[in-house]
């Protein structure tokens, strides 16, 4: 009856507030709709890229895994006589009765020595190159 009422007075149809309103509250939804669609778009790419960094870190555990395995193997083999007798031989700190160590040196070679000759000559340049380049 009311609708009626408004019709018959305006001869037009719906007034122009009820169309306004309806275009407001669509906009509205709209609004929300769409604030809800982009927060679930970086909610996806959030959750993918923590998936990434989950794999990531399931790999470095494991290869941290295998790493411990290793270590603890080489404890144990630390801990045998053997081992320990090989490490003081190449170190040349353990001698079976009737062995002799031999220890070899490296000799230096000529362009070492040429360059620590210079060096002594330019130590004193250098040593003005350093006080200066402060100032």
């Not at 996806?44 to 790999?59: C, P, S, V």
């Not at 395995?69 to 320990?84: C, I, N, S």
């Amino acid at each position: 009856m009311v609708a009626k009422r408004e019709q018959a007075s305006n001869g037009r149809g719906p007034s122009f507030s009820r169309i306004a309103m309806s275009i407001l509250f669509l906009l509205m939804v709209g609004g929300i709709m769409t604030v809800l669609v982009v927060r679930n778009v970086r909610m996806a790419q959030k959750r993918a890229e923590l998936g990434e960094t989950i794999a990531a870190l399931q790999e470095q555990a494991t290869g941290l895994e295998e790493r411990k395995g290793e270590l603890e193997q080489g404890l144990v083999a630390q801990g045998t006589e053997e081992y320990q007798e090989r490490v003081l031989r190449e170190r040349g700190l353990y001698q079976k009765p009737g062995e002799t160590a031999v220890t070899v040196v490296r000799a230096q070679e000529e362009g070492e020595s040429e360059e620590k000759q210079e060096r002594v000559w330019l130590a004193p340049l250098e040593i003005l190159k350093r006080i200066f380049s402060r100032e």
